[in-house]
């Protein structure tokens, strides 16, 4: 597997950051703004409802808020509601890119197919709209087998916080690199299970390309903290990894006999 990643296409002069860069030029080209536009407009509108309702949760909490302070508190209201508002604008970015994660993923699947079919020239033929919806437990089941992977190491992570000096020094660092890790497992999956690699042999082929599959993470990472540029991410993230997969793994998937046992 090793030699095989070393390859002419494997070795395209690009770092992960750059492949990430590049999925910013791929959602604008004319046959992929369909498969980007689809997703992302469903997630705004469901974020926007969510946003409305938390919103109006909001004013019924400072309600009871301010039927308990004194009068002469009640200037806190301009010190507080700013503050909530941008907390939950972060939290519900963070938690409803998660949640979206699982509602676009047929969108996500077919968006790196696009992708790979521009940049290469050659349809994957995975079929019939019939034959996607009948693969849908399948790719719904994968987003299930991430979830697994990714919770226990979080929670193991987030122990870590609690422990004294550690916590403060040590366990950001590891935090992030943890992240920037899942988010290149989350992303490149999609062209990955396209072409029915499984799980395994995803995690193995990233991590023969680590210093790669880090960098294109921690990319994403850093944008998926940016409020409201996070919901270009999503398509972004699929258009670089799928570049990524083309450039460094799909010839090596071509030929079964040098993939991963």
């Not at 992960?16 to 910013?24: A, H, K, Q, S, W």
């Not at 979080?154 to 660092?173: D, K, N, R």
Request: include cysteine; aromatic fraction near 16%.
């Amino acid at each position: 597997m090793a030699s095989a990643l070393s390859s002419p296409a494997a070795n395209a002069r690009k770092s992960g950051v750059n492949y990430f860069l590049y999925g910013f030029n791929l959602i604008k080209r004319p046959g992929l703004r369909t498969f980007v536009f689809i997703p992302l407009m469903i997630n705004l509108l469901l974020f926007a409802g969510v946003i409305y309702a938390a919103l109006g949760q909001l004013e019924v909490f400072f309600d009871w808020v301010n039927a308990q302070l004194p009068d002469y508190l009640s200037w806190l209201n301009f010190l507080l509601w700013p503050l909530a508002v941008v907390t939950m604008l972060v939290l519900l970015s963070f938690v409803f890119s998660s949640v979206m994660n699982w509602l676009a993923a047929p969108f996500n699947g077919l968006l790196a197919e696009k992708v790979e079919q521009l940049l290469t020239g050659k349809p994957l033929n995975t079929g019939t709209t019939v034959d996607l919806l009948k693969d849908l437990p399948r790719v719904l089941g994968r987003e299930w087998l991430k979830l697994k992977y990714y919770l226990p190491r979080a929670l193991l992570f987030l122990l870590i916080f609690w422990i004294p000096l550690v916590g403060q020094t040590l366990a950001p660092v590891l935090w992030f690199l943890f992240s920037a890790w899942m988010m290149a497992i989350q992303y490149c999956d999609y062209p990955f299970d396209n072409h029915k690699v499984t799980f395994k042999d995803m995690k193995f082929a990233l991590a023969q390309t680590r210093g790669t599959s880090f960098s294109f993470g921690a990319a994403v990472t850093v944008f998926s903290m940016i409020p409201i540029v996070n919901f270009i991410v999503m398509p972004v993230a699929i258009c670089g990894a799928t570049a990524m997969w083309v450039d460094k793994y799909r010839e090596v998937y071509r030929h079964p006999e040098i993939a991963p046992d």
